[in-house]
């Protein structure tokens, strides 16, 4: 499952690592925007297979932030 960003974005902070274990509603990332934190939090429990993000990167609407495998 993509884990996708809801709106344009900097990555403030990366918070989970790859290969973990996330349950539903773990913060994943969290985005900056005109000064506000968005947290992203994993909609389902799964293992966090990709991370396609790093502290800092500029991202756009609809980007793909992770992957997360359910069983």
Do not use: Q
């Not at 993509?2 to 790859?18: F, G, H, I, P, S």
């Not at 985005?31 to 991202?59: F, H, Y």
């Amino acid at each position: 499952m993509d884990v996708r960003a809801e709106l344009t974005a900097t990555v403030w902070k990366v918070v989970a690592e790859v290969g973990a274990a996330v349950s539903a509603g773990d913060e994943l990332v969290i985005l900056e925007s005109m000064k506000m934190e968005i947290p992203v939090a994993a909609p389902e429990a799964g293992t966090l297979a990709a991370l396609n993000v790093n502290e800092g990167d500029a991202i756009s609407e609809g980007d793909v932030l992770a992957v997360i495998e359910t069983s």
